[in-house]
């Protein structure tokens, strides 16, 4: 298990390797060439759901199992996009995930929704990377500096996309918040021992502010993890590993988009979203 300043490093060093190849200069011109970034916000408070569906393109599990053989990227996209998911995220990161940003511009090619591009960014150059490849939304970690986050966050929204920080705690939760995330993720993954904790969520997200969209990530296995994030205050939800493992991943998809708009969320959502 690599320690998150292992993860810094190793993000560090496979940007050097790829600036070598594509200095920042061409790679700004490419991003002012992009089409525009969609409007995320729009999408994923759509009327009409309590929670909206992220569903995941990735190439190894949270625990870093192989899912390199789940085939192409962008039909899988599709099948996200048929079943209803309000966006597709794609793992791009190379090191302990297997991700590729040609799965990115693969995904963001084949599906009309929103993307979002989910890596270990600590530069500059990866958020002009991400809008580049299509990225509509980036991952972005509250356990980076303040300050380095503050700044990533800026070139994050300057560029057109939203920045979703994720947190793990109450802390990181407040960092985000203080850097100007608008989306704040909470992963029900510890950190460090890679155990689910379905009530992780709610306690780190009782402390955001109301306007502050919450996502949840990890642990999601079917429309009952849906319903009890949507009990918690999700106004999003990102299913990964389970949709990918799925033998009908649309199908799949549809049933937690289902349960996001269920009549029975209604009246205890924790915000006016309809």
């Known amino acids: 298990m690599m320690a998150f300043d292992d993860l810094v490093a190793a993000a560090r060093s496979a940007v050097a390797s790829r600036q070598r190849l594509t ?17 995320v916000a729009s999408v994923l408070r759509a009327p009409g759901r309590v929670v909206s569906v992220i569903a995941e393109v990735k190439r190894a599990t949270a625990t870093f199992a192989d899912l390199s053989g789940v085939g192409d990227a962008a039909v899988l996209a599709r099948f996200y996009e ?18 590729r940003l040609t799965d990115l511009n693969a995904v963001r090619e084949a599906v009309n929704v ?14 002009h990377e991400a809008r580049a490849h299509g ?70 997200a009782e402390v955001l502010p109301e306007a502050v969209t919450r996502m949840a990530t990890g642990g999601v296995s079917g429309p009952h993890d849906v319903m009890s994030y949507a009990r918690a205050g999700a ?40």
């Open 82 to 99: 048929a079943g209803g998911a309000a966006c597709v995220s794609v793992v791009t990161e190379p090191v302990r995930s297997h991700g």
């Open 23 to 39: 200095p920042l200069k061409e790679l700004r011109e490419k991003t002012r060439s992009a089409p525009a970034a969609r409007d």
């Open 235 to 274: 106004d999003i939800v990102v299913v990964g590993e389970a949709v990918i493992r799925s033998a009908d991943p649309q199908q799949f998809v549809a049933e937690l988009v289902a349960a996001g708009s269920h009549p029975a969320l209604i009246p205890s959502a924790h915000r006016e979203v309809l």
């Open 114 to 127: 929103p993307v979002l591009a989910n890596d270990v960014i600590v530069t500059p150059y990866q958020v």
């Open 135 to 204: 990225a509509d939304m980036l991952v972005l970690d509250a356990r980076l500096e303040p300050l380095v986050l503050e700044s990533l966050v800026e070139r994050t929204h300057s560029l057109g996309m939203a920045a979703v920080v994720e947190a793990h705690s109450r802390r990181e939760a407040l960092t985000a918040v203080a850097a100007g995330a608008r989306y704040v993720s909470v992963d029900a993954r510890d950190p460090d021992t890679r155990a689910i904790d379905h009530s992780r969520f709610e306690q780190v």
